[in-house]
């Protein structure tokens, strides 16, 4: 049973630039969210996803947005990227309707360096 | 609002000797709680979680801990550290029943000493 995968886990972007990350969920899982790690830092909330909207959001400027497709993939994307942006993203899933709801499992992350 | 208090951002301790990572954490509501773990760079895995009944909670690699709702805290055991112990863990608390966002603590890196 595949767990949640990202891709690609490393990238490196120019300040200005647009980026795009990627992000599988566990089998059986419909419900995404996306995390900012910063270095030395406890992961931030950007936003959550399910059945393709955007459901929750944390305190992220409009250049994050995100998508969530019908195979309940997602994607995150960064515009106009910053020096502050350099961060490792992680992706979380959890099946909503049935299984184990109370807990998200993460990916490996995406570590984006913006130079 | 929740949050989310480790006190030490960095703990050390003998192999063999007691873990012990703190936690207290602010919630308006009834809280779920997690503790995940963090290797070097790797995401997060879960150790153990608390969303209702029995207060003490045991998770994987022999690591527990005890919900103490008069204390606000979640502190995180193991009797006996391993060397494969060192990691950064983290606290967590999420809104019962709404957990699609959690709030993270800053960290505690665990180190051991041979």
């Known amino acids: 049973d595949a767990g949640v995968t990202q891709s690609p886990t490393h990238l490196i972007k120019t300040r200005g630039q647009q980026v795009t990350l990627r992000c599988s969920p566990k089998s059986g899982h419909d419900t995404v969210s996306w995390y900012q790690q910063a270095l030395g830092q406890g992961p931030q909330f950007i936003f959550q996803y ?4 955007e459901r ?25 990227l910053l020096l502050g942006d350099s961060a490792l993203y992680l992706c979380a899933s959890r099946p909503v309707r049935t ?9 490996p992350g995406t570590r984006l360096t913006v130079l | 609002a929740q949050s989310v208090t480790q006190l030490g951002s960095h703990v050390s301790v003998s192999e063999g000797a007691l873990v012990l ?8 509501v009834p809280p779920y709680l997690f503790w995940y773990v963090q290797y070097p760079n790797q995401g997060l895995q879960l150790l153990l979680k608390y969303t209702t009944g029995a207060t003490l909670v045991k998770g994987i690699n022999g690591f527990e801990a005890e919900f103490k709702k008069s204390e606000t805290s979640f ?24 957990d699609d966002k959690i709030i993270f603590g ?5 180190h051991i000493l041979p």
């Open chain 1, 50 to 53: 399910y059945e393709e909207e």
């Open chain 1, 56 to 80: 929750q959001r944390g305190n992220f400027p409009d250049r994050f947005s995100g998508h969530q497709f019908p195979n309940y993939s997602s994607e995150l994307n960064v515009n106009a």
């Open chain 1, 99 to 107: 299984g184990d709801r109370d807990t998200q499992y993460f990916g």
């Open chain 2, 21 to 28: 990572l703190r936690c207290n954490y602010s919630s308006s």
């Open chain 2, 75 to 98: 502190h995180l055991t193991k009797p006996s550290a391993h060397m494969s112990d060192a990691a950064e863990y983290f606290c967590a608390v999420s809104e019962a029943n709404r």
């Open chain 2, 106 to 110: 800053k960290g505690t890196r665990l």
